[in-house]
């Protein structure tokens, strides 16, 4: 079982910057590949970025390519999502996931995907 803990959510304007982060707790954080997903009022819940269990690969949406920058830092448990030059359009709850390391990216859930309990991304125009 894994725990995870987002943070960092919160209302910007456009142009502007956030840091998510995701912590863990539970199991060997180092084993486990991890990505960002997020859904919008209306729509369903979309893949944003992942990394791999060594923080050595990561994947983007390409929507989100160039903005955002996904990392981890396994001595801390954490995964972070670095966010800039925000849309309104990137306004959604943002959730961290976890996976089997050999499940990279996380582009789909399975039913092994843990995730946390969301975050509030607002971006205002």
């Known amino acids: 079982q894994v725990q995870l803990a987002e943070s960092g959510g919160g209302l910007v304007q456009a142009g502007g910057s956030l840091r998510l982060s995701c912590a863990a707790s539970g199991r060997t954080f180092s084993n486990y590949s991890m990505g960002w997903f997020r859904q919008a009022p209306g729509k369903e819940r979309e893949f944003v970025a992942a990394?791999?269990?060594?923080?050595?690969?990561?994947y983007y949406t390409n929507s989100v390519k160039g903005r955002f920058t996904i990392s981890r830092d396994n001595a801390k448990n954490t995964v972070y999502l670095q966010m800039n030059s925000l849309k309104p359009e990137d306004t959604a709850v943002y959730y961290c996931?976890?996976?089997?390391?050999?499940?990279?990216?996380?582009?789909?859930?399975?039913?092994?995907?843990?995730w946390g309990q969301g975050t509030q991304v607002t971006v205002s125009s």
């Open positions: 990394i791999s269990s060594s923080g050595g690969s990561t």
């Open positions: 996931a976890a996976d089997s390391y050999r499940r990279f990216p996380i582009l789909t859930p399975s039913q092994n995907t843990y």
